[in-house]
Each structure stands twice: as structure tokens, then as C-alpha cells.
């Protein structure tokens, strides 16, 4: 017998106890029918649900929802494949052997809130040791009256099916199996229930309520489905989730659509291959590492930011805590969005979210109805996160979140009718960001040529700027003070230059512009960045990446820098910016902001135009603001700017 599993046996019924809607346990139910063999499936399911509930469970891995009502409201029964329950069902169907709902339809049952421990212990110290531990905590409480009605119909039902069969798999509630065992043994009456019940509907859950009212978040339900038959072949290259096109394909309208769910299917595919080997239970914390960096590939793919070492642990570490504070051992998804909104960004807890939402299974259009279901129809309470511009709900109990999802193409190639006006503008917000930013680096530079003027002396008659701590403290032997004298800059900063990459090989970057300022408040622009072909994100509006930019005041006098022959001795693009910059600005400094200060040529030929560099690492800036201004759009045509806010994120 496999070491996780455990059966209570009285009789010849082999119960098997569980805790609903729980992963493990819903691979648990497939081991004990692969050792057992049995020849009748018992589960813990009233019998006037049976009709609707086999063709609901004929209909996986497509979710359906059956839909009643107990004592004036309503009442949902959600039949999803992460279930022990369902997975016992789905058994019976595959193996043709006679499945029965054993328990009992009341009109009433209370709601209880219970402090169960987390299902992944079971991973680590398997079933017999967690179903003890759980069986002395619910002998300590006093069962209500409704609860021991289903025992003892249950134990009945179960007496009756132990003399007309040899093996019986029993699959129940732990809260339940100590005292339907101890009734099995004793002499029982049919007991006094409702046979049949009218108005049970069966509908098809809508596709975008699934990370909503699932237990199991789809993601993890999708490996799962995905596991339970022999392995699909693992995909063999990455499918990209950005519009790529190449320049014909604009103009003609596009010949290539790569859509979103056929990319976030491959990221399932290839997770599926790689919690494990086939036919093991499915590891809860691989299946979040993968989660993990499935979502930090497509982040990059969208964003070109890349997720760090550094911040993978940080995510982890913060998720691992969050989940302790609620006495589990692993996070839920509301856990996981929020280590991940803020263990790194708001573009980077969508992707992760987004994967984490998708069920490739549920479609809109079913053979049957269609229901929209949200967390509050089926539990009280809720939590909200929220990060911009997109809202999560979870309901308590379930991973229950709302979302407005960014705008999407409505047919594959929409986006591309946009790109016919020759005409190409910036995106005015970006515009005011990037301007500020210029003048806060030139702030910056003037204050460090200040910092570098400055002299220390010690005090005599004046406290000049104020008292130097920092030499007063080394020179504390001398018993002096020492007061600073601040320089003062006379020329001021003229043009900025910002390297991200030097781009010397001319891979990454190749799109080369020069832009003119369209107003007397607007810089002139120079920039190398990644191809607008390579995001397409609305209807003529594209993503790109600096590589590199340079601002130039005042406007209107920058020529083409990319074709001048006077820089061709540009060691890369970088070398360039900086020195058209040596050439345009008016004053005598010019701030260069990258990661490796400029050559001692560069330096030596700004002195010779009687211009000074002032170079700032570009470790030494904030990489948030850094992060935030590298992504920037470009517009085909004016009358995009109009629209662009519906896109732009």
C-alpha cells in the first residue's frame, strides 16, 4: 500500500477519509481504487442529486454547477475535478462500476465554520497521522442533530451495500467516519427521508468566474485534470504572449496571431512535466514555484523586466509568513497576489494572477445553460486586494477574486487596422514623466559638481555652510571644528543622457529615432529601443523599451543623430547620444547617466569643445523610477492619444 494512503476498514467497507475539495485527497481516492480494486464506489452525496450529478460529472473536465434550493434559498453544489468526491464519481464512469450516493437530502443544515489543517501536511506525513490528529479534534466537539441524521442514514446505506458487494470504497468526511463506523456495527432502520426533489437545474460555470467559486485556484486544478491522463508532450519552444509582427504585416494586416489562452495552455503543459513524475501526487509547493516562474516569463515577455533572485525570495519568504499568520503551511492565491504585488510590482501580480486564473477547459457557449457565479452567492465573507487598475474579491473558504481584465482583441488581428497612418506621435503623459525626470537628473548633476567644489576648512570666524560632521569626527583627536563652504555652480546643465544598454553588438535595440519637441516646454528626443513590431497592446498604440535616450533644450535644432557622419566613431549606441549631446547642449555640462562611466576619448573630447561630463551611475538612481520610464509607447497617428489610456498600463 502506498505509504501516504490509509484506509478505515469495518466489514468489508474500506473508507477512505478526506477533507472536501482538497487536492491531495482527490489523488488520495485514485490510489485507494488502484490498491483496492473495488467492486462498488460509495460517496458521501445525497441520493435525489444522482441524475444531474452523473451528467455533471460526464461533462469533465468542463465544470458544471447543479443548482436547488434548500428551505427558500439557494444552494449550489459545484462539480469540479480537484474533489475527492468527484474524483470517486469519475472512477465509477471510467470503470463501470456501480457508484452510490449514500447520504441523506435534509431541507436544513447549519453552516460550520471549522479550523482544519492545512491538506499539504498530508504530502509530508501521509494519511493516518493527519486523519488522527483531525479525529481526537472533532471527538472533542458536540455533533449537531442534523449531522448525526446523515450518519446513521449513511452507516445504513452502508450495511445494505456491504451485503450485496465484496469491496466497498467508501469516501467520506473526516468529521463524520468515527461515529458512521461505530454505527455500522449495530442494528438500524431505514431511516425517515426525503426520495426525490424537484427543481435541480444544471448549468455550465461561466469561464470568468472559475478563480472566483473554485476551492482550488484553476491553475492548480488544470495541472491536476492535466495529470489524471497520460501526459501530453511537453511544448517544445516558449510561445510568446506579445503581439510580434513584422513590418509587412502591418501594412497588410497581419498574417500571425499568437493567442493568450494557446500560451497560457503551453505554461500548464510544460508545469504538468516538471511537479513530478507521472502518476505521483502532484507537490502543492512545486505547483507554486511553477506558477512562479511561469508568471515571471510572461512578466518579462510583456514588460522586459526581469524578475530577480533576489525577488523570488523575497516573494517566497513573504507568502510562507502571510500563510503561518493564518496557520497554514502554504499560501492561497489571495496570499500569493499579495507577495506578489508586493515583493515586486502591479504588472507582474496580473500576469501571475492571470495564469493562476486560467482554466483552458470552460468555454461560454455550452450545451447547456450558462451561470455566472460570484463568492458571495456561496460564502458571507470576503477580503479585497487591490492593484491598479484591476480589483480582486476572495470569499472566505475559496480563492474568490474580480477582476476588469485589460482590453483584448475582439478578433485576432483588430489591433493591427490601427497601424495606417503613417503619422507617429508620443503618448503625452509619458512625455510630462520623462521631461521631469530630465530635470531632476539635471538637479542632481549640479549638486554633485557643487558637492565636488566644495572645501572643509576649520572654524575661525564663520560657520560658512555648516559644520562638516563627517571630518569633525575623524579629526576629534585635534579638538577642532571643521565648517564647509559650498560652491555654487556657474554654468548650468544642458542636455541629459540616460543609457540603460550600450547595445554595441546592435541586437536588442535596433528602432533609432529623433524626435523634435512639439512645443517650446518639450525637449528634443534621441532614442534607440526595441522594435514597436514586437508589442502590439491596442489598435495602432505599441510598447517599446529604451535603450537609451537623450533630451536636448531647447527644442526644435536636433538633426537626425542616427545618420550624422560626425559620430561614426561611436563605440555603440550610447556613444552616440552622448556625443550629440556634447554638440547640441548650450551649457557647458551634460549629465550621462549608465552603468560604466564614458571613455577617457569621450572626455577628452568634450574638454576640447569646452564642455564638461558629469556621469552618474546608474546604480545610484532609483530603480523604480528607472523601471517605470523605460516602458514607453508609440502612437500611429494623434487620434490615438485619445484612446491610448484605454491600453497603456
Known amino acids: 500500500m502506498p505509504e501516504r494512503l490509509h484506509l478505515e476498514n469495518f466489514g468489508n467497507v474500506h473508507a477512505l477519509p478526506i477533507l472536501h475539495y482538497r487536492m491531495e485527497f482527490a489523488h488520495l481516492v485514485r490510489e485507494a481504487y488502484e490498491v483496492l480494486k473495488p467492486d462498488c464506489i460509495a460517496i458521501e452525496l445525497p441520493r435525489t442529486l444522482e441524475p444531474q450529478f452523473l451528467r455533471a460529472v460526464a461533462r469533465l473536465p468542463e465544470i458544471s454547477v447543479l443548482a436547488y434550493h434548500v428551505a427558500g434559498q439557494s444552494a449550489f453544489l459545484l462539480v469540479e475535478p480537484a474533489d475527492p468526491l468527484i474524483e470517486g464519481a469519475r472512477l465509477a464512469l471510467k470503470h463501470r462500476i456501480p457508484l452510490h450516493l449514500v447520504d441523506i437530502d435534509l431541507d436544513s443544515y447549519p453552516s460550520h465554520d471549522e479550523q482544519l489543517p492545512d491538506s499539504y501536511a498530508v504530502q509530508r506525513i501521509g494519511l493516518e497521522p493527519f486523519y488522527r490528529e483531525v479525529e481526537k479534534l472533532y471527538r472533542d466537539l458536540e455533533p449537531c442533530e442534523e449531522d448525526l441524521r446523515r450518519e446513521l442514514g449513511m452507516a445504513h446505506r452502508l450495511q445494505q451495500l456491504s451485503a450485496q458487494h465484496q469491496r466497498v470504497l467508501f469516501i467520506c468526511g473526516m468529521s463524520h467516519l468515527v461515529r458512521i463506523r461505530e454505527n455500522f456495527g449495530r442494528p438500524l432502520a431505514q431511516p425517515l427521508t426525503r426520495t426525490h426533489r424537484e427543481g435541480i437545474a444544471i448549468f455550465n460555470l461561466h469561464p470568468e468566474c472559475c478563480h472566483e467559486v473554485l476551492a482550488e485556484y484553476p491553475f492548480l486544478s488544470s495541472l491536476y485534470e492535466?495529470?489524471?491522463?497520460?501526459?501530453?508532450?511537453?511544448?517544445?519552444?516558449?510561445?510568446?504572449?506579445?503581439?510580434?509582427?513584422?513590418?509587412?504585416?502591418?501594412?497588410l494586416g497581419g498574417k500571425q496571431s499568437i493567442p493568450e489562452e494557446q500560451a497560457l495552455l503551453e505554461s500548464i503543459q510544460r508545469s504538468a512535466h516538471r511537479i513530478g513524475d507521472e502518476g505521483e501526487m502532484p507537490d502543492r509547493q512545486k505547483i507554486m514555484l511553477r506558477l512562479f516562474l511561469e508568471a515571471a516569463r510572461h512578466y518579462r515577455q510583456e514588460t522586459g523586466d526581469k524578475v530577480h533572485y533576489w525577488q523570488k525570495r523575497a516573494f517566497f519568504r513573504f507568502a510562507r509568513n502571510y500563510a503561518l499568520l493564518s496557520q497554514m503551511l502554504l499560501p492561497d492565491l489571495y496570499q500569493m497576489l499579495a507577495a506578489a504585488r508586493g515583493c515586486l510590482d502591479d504588472n507582474f501580480a496580473y500576469a501571475f494572477f492571470r495564469l493562476a486564473a486560467h482554466y483552458p477547459w470552460q468555454r461560454e457557449q455550452s450545451d447547456i445553460p450558462t451561470l455566472r457565479l460570484s463568492a458571495a452567492e456561496l460564502s458571507a465573507g470576503t477580503r479585497r486586494i487591490r492593484f491598479r487598475p484591476r480589483e480582486q474579491v476572495r470569499g472566505k473558504g475559496r480563492s474568490g477574486i474580480k477582476m476588469t481584465n485589460r482590453r483584448k482583441e475582439k478578433r485576432p488581428g483588430d489591433w493591427l487596422e490601427g497601424f495606417d497612418d503613417p503619422y507617429i506621435c508620443s503618448y503625452p503623459p509619458e512625455d510630462l514623466s520623462i521631461e521631469e525626470y530630465g530635470r531632476n537628473l539635471k538637479r542632481i548633476g549640479a549638486r554633485q559638481l557643487s558637492e565636488e567644489a566644495s572645501r572643509t576648512?576649520?572654524?575661525s570666524a564663520s560657520l560658512l555652510d555648516g559644520i562638516d560632521m563627517r571630518e569633525t569626527i575623524r579629526n576629534l583627536h585635534e579638538g577642532k571644528?571643521?565648517?564647509?563652504?559650498?560652491?555654487?555652480?556657474?554654468?548650468?546643465?544642458?542636455?541629459?543622457?540616460?543609457?540603460?544598454?550600450?547595445?554595441?553588438?546592435?541586437?536588442?535595440y535596433p528602432y533609432c529615432m529623433t524626435w523634435l519637441g512639439e512645443h517650446e516646454q518639450e525637449s528634443d528626443m534621441a532614442f534607440y529601443a526595441t522594435p514597436p513590431t514586437d508589442n502590439i497592446v491596442g489598435p495602432g498604440i505599441s510598447r517599446c523599451e529604451y535603450g537609451g535616450f537623450l533630451l536636448s533644450y531647447p527644442p526644435r535644432r536636433m538633426h537626425d543623430v542616427w545618420q550624422d557622419p560626425d559620430y561614426r566613431g561611436a563605440l555603440g549606441k550610447g556613444e552616440v547620444l552622448l556625443m550629440a549631446a556634447l554638440d547640441y547642449s548650450l551649457e557647458k555640462d551634460v549629465v550621462y547617466a549608465a552603468a560604466k562611466p564614458p571613455r577617457s576619448y569621450l572626455k577628452q573630447q568634450a574638454a576640447r569643445l569646452g564642455k564638461r561630463i558629469i556621469y552618474l551611475p546608474l546604480g545610484s538612481l532609483s530603480p523604480v523610477a528607472l523601471k517605470r520610464l523605460r516602458a514607453f509607447h508609440i502612437l500611429y497617428g494623434k487620434?490615438?492619444?485619445?484612446?491610448?489610456?484605454?491600453?497603456?498600463w
Open 639 to 648: 487620434d490615438k492619444r485619445d484612446i491610448a489610456k484605454d491600453y497603456i
Open 481 to 508: 571644528i571643521y565648517v564647509k563652504e559650498n560652491k555654487r555652480l556657474k554654468s548650468g546643465v544642458g542636455c541629459v543622457v540616460v543609457v540603460f544598454d550600450e547595445d554595441r553588438e546592435d541586437a536588442g
Open 457 to 459: 576648512e576649520p572654524f
Open 226 to 251: 492535466t495529470r489524471r491522463s497520460p501526459l501530453p508532450p511537453e511544448p517544445a519552444q516558449a510561445a510568446s504572449l506579445r503581439k510580434s509582427f513584422n513590418a509587412f504585416e502591418l501594412i
